[in-house]
C-alpha cells in the first residue's frame, strides 16, 4: 500500500520472571523465546524489530539488520508494571508515523497466519486496536459485582440464572499480537478504547507461558503441531 505507515513490531522482555526464570532466554524447540518472537515479526513483515528489554544478555548483543535492542528503564521492568508505560517509552525508539504489531514472547504457539489476520483486519481502517482472543468458559457470565449489599451482573441479569450451555460464547484476550498505530496509541495514552477489532485463534495456539508447566505442555504441543512456520 503506497505511503503506508512502516510496520515495527514490538518485543517485550524482562529479565524478572517467579513463575520461570530466564523463561524468555530459555530455548523453545532450539530458540529462545524472546528470539522466535523476533523471527515471526520479521517474517509478518515488519520492516524493524524493537526487542524492549532490561535483560544484560540482549542489551549486550552486537547490532543486527532489522533488530533494535531497547533498553528498558529499571522502573519499567518490574513485575507490577502495566504494558501502556512500556509501549510508551518504545514509542520513542520508533519512526513516526508507524504502525505497531506487539508480539508477546511467551505465546510461541501463535501462528503467522494469526498475525496476518489481525495485521488484515487493522488495515481495513474500520478499528484503533486489534487484538487476537481465544474462546473462554462462558460461565463467567453468570458473576457479577456486589455494591453495598446489591448483586450486580456483569452484561445481563438473566446471565446468573441461565444454564452455562445456553449462554453465549465468551473471548478472551491472549496476549498473542496487537495492531494499533502508534499515533493513535499516544493520542489516547494506552492501548483501551472503544473501536477493538478481534481475530479469533483457537485455544490451542494461546498458551501463554508462566511456568515451568506452562513451558512442557507448549514445547509438547509445539512438537505435535509440526513443521514450524518459521525456522
Known amino acids: 500500500m503506497s505511503g503506508a505507515p512502516p510496520l515495527i513490531a514490538l518485543v517485550p522482555v524482562r529479565a524478572g520472571s517467579k513463575g520461570l526464570p530466564g523463561k524468555n532466554l530459555r ?14 515479526g520479521l ?9 524492549s528489554t532490561d535483560i ?11 533488530l533494535r535492542i531497547l533498553p528498558r528503564p529499571a522502573e519499567l521492568a518490574g513485575d507490577a508494571v502495566p504494558m501502556d508505560p512500556v509501549i510508551a517509552h518504545a514509542l520513542s525508539a520508533m519512526p513516526t508515523p ?23 483486519l487493522h488495515a481495513t481502517g474500520g478499528w484503533d486496536l486489534v ?16 455494591t453495598d449489599g446489591r448483586f450486580r451482573a456483569l452484561v445481563d441479569p438473566a446471565h446468573p440464572f441461565t444454564n452455562r450451555q445456553a449462554l453465549p460464547p465468551v473471548w478472551r484476550p491472549n496476549g498473542a499480537a496487537y495492531v494499533f498505530d502508534a499515533e493513535d496509541f499516544r493520542s489516547r ?8 477489532g478481534a481475530v479469533k485463534m ?3 495456539r ?6 515451568a508447566a506452562d513451558f512442557a505442555c507448549a514445547e509438547a504441543a509445539f512438537a505435535a503441531r509440526g513443521q514450524p512456520d518459521v525456522p
Open 189 to 196: 495514552g494506552g492501548l483501551a478504547c472503544d473501536r477493538v
Open 27 to 40: 530455548p523453545f524447540a532450539g530458540v529462545p523465546l524472546w528470539r522466535r518472537a523476533v523471527d515471526q
Open 206 to 211: 494461546a498458551l501463554d507461558i508462566d511456568d
Open 202 to 204: 483457537p485455544a490451542a
Open 131 to 146: 487484538m487476537t482472543v481465544s474462546p473462554a468458559d462462558p460461565g463467567v457470565l453468570k458473576w457479577g459485582f456486589v
Open 43 to 51: 517474517a509478518a513483515g515488519a520492516s524493524e524489530v524493537v526487542v
Open 98 to 120: 508507524a504502525r505497531v504489531l506487539l508480539l508477546q514472547a511467551t505465546s510461541p504457539l501463535r501462528e503467522l497466519q494469526d498475525i496476518a489476520a489481525a495485521l488484515a
Open 56 to 66: 544484560p544478555a540482549l542489551l549486550s548483543l552486537p547490532p543486527e539488520p532489522g
